[in-house]
């Protein structure tokens, strides 16, 4: 089963920006919809943002504006491209399937917003 593998997460003051790459092992061409999700701590995972393979888009109400999520099946690889940071922000974000594929959950790439 193919496996995601998240990078570029960090520390950024709030107003800040941050993009996101999510490398999976095989080919992501076959798969329907992609993911960006986060669980902050204490909290539940949840799906934040979705592009599937025709190029829609969509986003939680929490995010709407601020965040846009971008796949290149060439590469295997999907984007999250975050602006406008904010402090509930802070989480571990995760890509996957969606919905998710059980065994593929990577570590996650820890994003931090705080002044």
């Known amino acids: 089963q193919v496996q995601f593998v998240e990078s570029g997460g960090g520390l950024v003051q709030p107003g800040g920006s941050l993009r996101l790459s999510c490398a999976a092992s095989g080919s992501i061409s076959s798969i329907y919809a992609m993911g960006w999700y986060r669980q902050a701590p204490g909290k539940q995972r949840d799906l934040v943002a979705v592009?599937?393979?025709?190029?829609?888009?969509n986003y939680a109400d929490s995010v709407k504006g601020r965040f846009t999520i971008s796949r290149d099946n060439a590469k295997n690889t999907v984007y999250l491209q975050m602006n406008s940071l904010k402090p509930e922000d802070t989480a571990v974000y995760y890509c996957?399937?969606?919905?998710?594929?059980?065994?593929?959950w990577g570590q996650g790439t820890q994003v931090t917003v705080s002044s």
């Open positions: 996957n399937a969606a919905p998710g594929l059980g065994n593929s």
């Open positions: 592009v599937t393979n025709g190029g829609s888009t």
